[in-house]
């Protein structure tokens, strides 16, 4: 009597210190990946939010007169537009919610983290001193502040927009759910962490923050329209990873499964 084929894709479960099956498929993998960019990116881009640079008109939109003002925080959040529309495709509005509640979480332990550091005076010869260490994070507080509020709202909205997208489009037209629902959700988060950031502690002057916000807003536009390959491609990719996991006989690949079902394999809140 032969023995029965082993399927040599299977893997053998990993057990933890207290012997607990730990997270082993691609699907739990490709999850674990996209929360570390998410999370990663957003924290950079609160701290980094108070700086601000500008731009001249030919080098972003050579109609507008005068230099577009940014803040430096623009720059890692099309990681965050990119990473939060892949999970919400994979794991649906369950996915994306239980990392945009640890998000700000993490943002949260980031203020008093630095609430905590700027009461301890600097030593005399410390090259950062304590003025320095108070201008650089101080307003990183006040932009801490503006993104609880504006990044829970945000990210919900972009979440449910993007749902309702995917309803009207089924597996279809993947740059419309992308783009339209990070064009509405950042409007929404742009002036919302402008305006506390920035006018509450009377840094800017309302029209200086109607000008930033404006900046802010064009550059996530066209960073959202310019984007869409690349979620496309990283689309493409997670597929081909999810398609070397092992699939029993008759069951539906990981690559194909619909975001309400795989939102079931979303590892769960501790």
Known sequence: MHAAPVNVRERRPRLGPLGRRMPTTRLQIVYFVLGGFFLTNALLGELTGGKLFALSPPAVFGFLPG????????????????????????FGKIGVRKLTYLAVGMIVYAFLVLFAAIQVGAWEKSPVSSEVFQTVFGQSMWIIVGSITAFLIAQLVDVVLFTTFKRWTGARLLWLRATGSTIISQLVDTFIVGFIAFVIPGKLLFTEFLRLGA???????????????????????IDAYLAGDAVPPGSASPSTKSASSTASSVPPSS
């Open 67 to 90: 230099e577009i003002v940014l803040s430096i925080g623009v720059i890692p959040w099309p990681i965050v537009f990119i990473t939060t529309d892949l999970i919400n495709e994979y």
């Open 215 to 237: 900046g802010n807003y064009l550059f996530k536009l066209t960073v959202a329209i310019l984007i869409t390959p690349v979620i496309y491609l990283a689309h493409g990719m």
